[in-house]
């Protein structure tokens, strides 16, 4: 309640309390002292009814008035929070506008960065210092991808080996820590032979003696493509466990469990 309540009702305790002292027989004014010690005089028991109406109407009044104020102020609260809902929906429509016109761009972005990815191999733990194993020495990058090739009878021309480049910051001294290696071949069938033979590749031992490292090579895919490809395999690993029994496994950018396909690699799970 107000401040205003509070002052009127306290303005009546004077009141009640001369009617409890006048609730005797004395039907005529009493004269008591006040806070100052003034004499004061009590209203007689006459007079109690009149006072009495007279509070209950201002007690009345104030509290009409109360409710009166209390209406109004609901009634603008009301009145607000109906244009804030109104605007909430506004912006939730432009947001929703917005989302979809991000969504439209992230997929043009992704099929610029699939065409300039889809020459591309990426090779992870080849060193980046020269090496020499029995007399051979393998002097920068596009010789050690050369030599892999050889080693593993991968049936390339060398020659469609067109490029190479490290990836990240170059950590000077620091031999323990390898960037993976871009290689850009000159056609799509070319990266597909070395993503064929990916497996052979990690697995064989000379290269391990050579590059002092189990060598790994996957596609160059995007930041999105990649995030996909880490939930499949989360998830691949959560149902695996969930079902002991059965198959699962990731071909193609999709999860299959027991040869019916259950998820696959969806750049929109990535954007919001």
């Known amino acids: 309640l107000s401040l205003s309540f509070f002052l009127s009702f306290f303005s009546l305790l004077p009141h009640l309390f001369f009617i409890s002292i006048s609730m005797g027989s004395k039907s005529t004014p009493v004269q008591t002292r006040g806070r100052k010690g003034s004499l004061k005089e009590c209203p007689a028991l006459d007079d109690i009814p009149v006072l009495i109406r007279e509070s209950e109407e201002r007690i009345k009044s104030f509290f009409k008035s109360e409710i009166v104020a209390l209406s109004e102020r609901l009634d603008r609260i009301e009145g607000r929070l109906l244009s804030v809902q109104t605007e909430c929906v506004r912006l939730d429509s432009e947001v ?29 733990n080849l060193p980046e210092e020269d090496l020499s194993f029995g007399g051979l020495v393998l002097k920068n990058d596009v010789e050690k991808v050369k030599f892999l090739m050889q080693t593993v009878k991968l049936d390339v021309n060398p020659e469609f080996v067109l490029s190479s480049q490290r990836i990240g910051k170059s950590f000077r001294g620091d031999k323990s820590t390898i960037r993976p290696l871009k290689v850009t071949l000159k056609n799509k069938d070319t990266k597909f032979q070395f993503l064929n033979h990916r497996k052979l590749i990690s697995s064989n031992t000379e ?28 998830k691949l690993k959560n149902i695996k466990m969930e079902n002991p029994n059965s198959k699962v496994y990731i071909r193609s950018g999709q999860l299959f469990l027991d040869s019916s396909s259950i998820d696959s690699v969806d750049v929109r799970n990535q954007i919001f």
């Open 207 to 234: 290269l391990k003696k050579v590059f002092h490292n189990q060598v790994f090579i996957n596609a160059d895919n995007s930041f999105l493509v990649q995030k996909e490809e880490y939930r499949l395999r989360q």
């Open 96 to 124: 929703a506008s917005i989302k979809e016109v991000i969504i439209k761009q992230q997929y043009e972005l992704e099929k610029h960065e699939k065409v300039a990815r889809e020459k591309n191999v990426i090779i992870s």
